[in-house]
């Protein structure tokens, strides 16, 4: 997933609103968002891929409140196609009853199996302990990405905020554009889970940016600018899905998915639910 929009605690209804486009070959095989079948408890877009490691989704909810979404750090030139699937950490985070400190924990020893990642995590499912953090296993210093030799979690505080294929909040073009769309969608957003088309709208938003506003990411010239809009489109990669979440204070949640298949043609479905033991959230 190369972008993701996120408010945390910034809306007087929802606690977590979630608006993200993931970026890949149109040929990758994706199983479309679903609980799903091996960890029931899991609504979430899954990877279908033949992947090292525990194939996991970009973006996925648990039904006990535990949110994960993971992108990759755009860094080419350390790219080793040997190491484990990304996707792995949302799923045993998603999977595993641990919170984020005792995950890092258990896993501090295997974050180098990982190409570049940013990994958000939260737990949503009890009100007096509801924490969202920002986890990476790479640093920009200067304008270089380095590998980090000790992984720990950043503490969200109550905003809103962009993250793509680089550090959280780095300003890409397309993270400014999209936080400032996703800001007014937010503040036009009543509360109760309608009207997705103000998210859908500027996650489908094309605008293309002058070379002198493209980051340098170690890809060709003519891949920044392919990479550069909110919604991709080439001939073979591009946004395959936009995932709309929103976490209402009460525990009631709304998961929308909207898939994409490089034509014009697109598919959206919608799930809607109430996470388990959250009746007492908000009151």
């Not at 970009?58 to 039904?63: F, N, R, V």
């Not at 909040?169 to 769309?181: E, I, M, N």
């Not at 340098?216 to 946004?239: M, N």
């Amino acid at each position: 997933m190369c972008l993701i929009l996120f408010a945390w605690n910034s809306h007087p209804d929802y606690s977590l609103v979630v608006a993200a486009n993931r970026d890949e070959f149109y040929e990758r095989p994706t199983q479309s968002m679903s609980w799903w079948d091996d960890y029931q408890s899991i609504l979430g877009a899954r990877d279908n891929a033949d992947v090292i490691g525990l194939r996991g989704t970009a973006l996925g909810l648990s039904i006990e409140g535990k949110f994960a979404a993971v992108t990759n750090i755009r860094a080419p030139s350390e790219k080793n196609p040997d190491l484990r699937t990304r996707g792995e950490l949302t799923a045993k985070f998603l999977s595993q009853k641990v919170n984020v400190d005792e995950f890092i924990q258990s896993n501090q020893k295997t974050f180098m199996q990982y190409n570049g990642f940013n990994l958000l995590t939260a737990d949503l499912g009890k009100s007096d302990q509801q924490e969202l953090s920002w986890i990476s296993n790479r640093l920009l210093v200067g304008d270089k990405i380095r590998q980090k030799k000790m992984v720990s979690p950043v503490k969200i505080n109550p905003g809103i905020y962009g993250l793509s294929n680089s550090m959280l909040d780095t300003p890409w073009p397309k993270v400014r554009l999209g936080v400032s769309h996703f800001a007014q969608a937010i503040a036009m957003d009543q509360g109760k889970f309608n009207h997705p088309e103000h998210y859908l709208k500027f996650l489908g938003n094309t605008t293309s940016f002058t070379d002198a506003e493209l980051p340098s990411t170690g890809v060709s010239l003519d891949w920044e600018r392919a990479l550069s809009p909110i919604f991709i489109k080439t001939a073979h990669y591009g946004t395959r899905s936009s995932t709309l979440l929103r976490v209402r204070k009460d525990g009631n949640f709304q998961m929308l998915e909207r898939r994409f298949d490089g034509s014009d043609h697109h598919e959206t479905s919608i799930i809607e639910g109430q996470l388990q033991g959250s009746e007492q959230i908000g009151r």
